[in-house]
């Protein structure tokens, strides 16, 4: 929340640009150490998928239920949302969509996909941190206000560093005891990693919910989605000597279209309230189901 006032950016962005980059450090670790070990690719790209449903349909639906007591049953979105920030969410939410698609109809990956991916994340950080009001831009910050920022810099990235471990630990036991009863891996990188990884992300929207900053659980969730698509996802393809067969992941990818389809739906209608978030979670139900289910037959 100090970053964006000393910023000038709205807390959507500082959701989706910092917060975000700082809980999917999870993701990125699981990622590279499943590429080191080439037979484990599976794994990471299976939780690069997987934890975009989890911010999805776990994480925002919760956040909206948590919402909705506060505000009393109201369906409505953050009006503190600004028309820029909301760009952001739909580019994230389209992102996170459409490229999965496009490599499931190509049908392999490589690294030169994998570097198109990073280029895009890096691009589209640069141009949301040129963000900010436009008070803040014409205004210089102060030395005073640099120390304060580079101190809630450095909080903020070493309790997300305190999660991150604790995630790490929770998805190196899991997935341990996942291959002792020969779950295949794709459901193991979709759902007890994916879930694990998410940890950060789900402390962090419950507890910006809980003060009253939905907005920054919007951008915490779909910021993540959008980097696990694309710089994560290209860590993972970069690091890859093979070129990844992208049909397996066939399920996964559209069940996540899905999910990013009903939020496109909620954020064009202004929608966050407790039948939104009862949704989500009962489509979150009905993945842990289909794969399951459909791996085991």
């Known amino acids: 929340m100090k970053v964006a006032e000393i910023t000038g950016l709205g807390k959507t962005s500082i959701g989706f640009l910092l917060v975000s980059s700082l809980t999917t450090l999870p993701e990125l670790s699981v990622s590279v150490i499943a590429v080191l070990g080439q037979e ?8 690069v998928i997987g934890s975009n449903i989890v911010n999805i349909c776990l994480i925002l639906g919760i956040s909206f239920l948590f919402a909705s007591l506060k505000n009393s049953g109201k369906n409505m979105l953050p009006h503190s949302i600004e028309k ?12 996170a969509s459409v490229i999965p698609l496009i490599l499931i109809y190509v049908g392999e990956a490589s690294r030169f996909i994998g570097l198109i991916l990073i280029i895009l994340f890096i691009y589209n950080s640069i141009n949301l941190s040129k963000g900010g009001t436009r008070e803040k831009k014409k ?20 309790g997300a560093m305190g999660v991150v471990a604790s995630a790490y630990f929770i998805v190196d036991s899991a997935s341990y005891i996942a291959i002792a009863i020969g779950v295949p891996q794709v459901v193991i990188g979709a759902t007890i990693v994916a879930f694990g990884t998410s940890l950060p992300e789900l402390v962090i929207s419950i507890d910006a919910t809980k003060k009253g900053h939905l907005d920054l659980a919007f951008g915490n969730a779909i910021g993540a989605c959008f980097i696990n698509i694309t710089c994560i996802l290209g860590v993972a393809l970069i690091g890859s000597i093979l070129t990844v067969n992208m049909t397996a992941f066939s399920n ?11 939020l496109w739906y909620f954020l064009t209608n202004k929608k966050a309230g407790w039948r939104e978030g009862i949704l989500l979670l009962f489509l979150y139900s009905m ?9 085991r037959t």
């Open 84 to 95: 820029e920030n909301m760009q952001s969410l739909y580019f994230g939410v389209f992102v």
């Open 40 to 47: 484990n690719v599976s794994i990471a790209i299976g939780n």
């Open 252 to 262: 996964l990818v559209m069940f996540s279209i899905i999910a990013n389809l009903f």
């Open 139 to 158: 205004e210089k910050i102060t030395s005073r206000e640099k120390q304060r920022l580079n101190r809630f810099l450095s909080l903020t990235f070493l």
């Open 287 to 295: 993945f842990l189901i289909m794969i399951f289910t459909g791996y």
